[in-house]
């Protein structure tokens, strides 16, 4: 596929950081895979939500969508990511959850698999 964002259609960055506002943070990894199914432009940036969380996994998974897409990463998404990693899972797989989360989502400071990304 070709970088050009513009010719996708379907749900926005800014839906997803609703999504992800009126959702418990137990649901926010789904939230985010039901969204990348059903993305559109990712070019257009999502306005900051004052929750560092949602910030960086909005941009994450616009940042995954463009790169899946064989297009560069949205400069908007650059500098929305966590001081310290956060991983959704249990404790004992977090080892496993670092070594297969996406760069896209890792950089971020978000360690989720790259499995849980895939909705079913």
Not at 36 to 46: P, Y
Request: glycine residues 8%; hydrophobic residues 50%.
């Amino acid at each position: 596929m070709d970088g050009d964002m513009t010719t996708w259609t379907g749900a926005a960055a800014q839906d997803l950081a609703e999504d992800l506002m009126r959702s418990p943070q137990t649901d926010y990894v789904r939230v985010a895979a039901d969204w990348m199914t059903r993305a559109g432009d990712v070019s257009a940036a999502a306005d900051l939500t004052g929750d560092r969380l949602i910030d960086a996994l909005v941009a994450a998974a616009a940042a995954y969508v463009a790169l899946r897409r064989g297009g560069p990463e949205p400069s908007w998404c650059v500098g929305r990511s966590l001081d310290t990693f956060w991983h959704p899972g249990p404790a004992a797989f977090l080892a496993w959850s670092f070594a297969h989360a996406p760069g896209a989502f890792k950089c971020r400071g978000l360690l989720v698999e790259e499995e849980s990304l895939m909705s079913v």
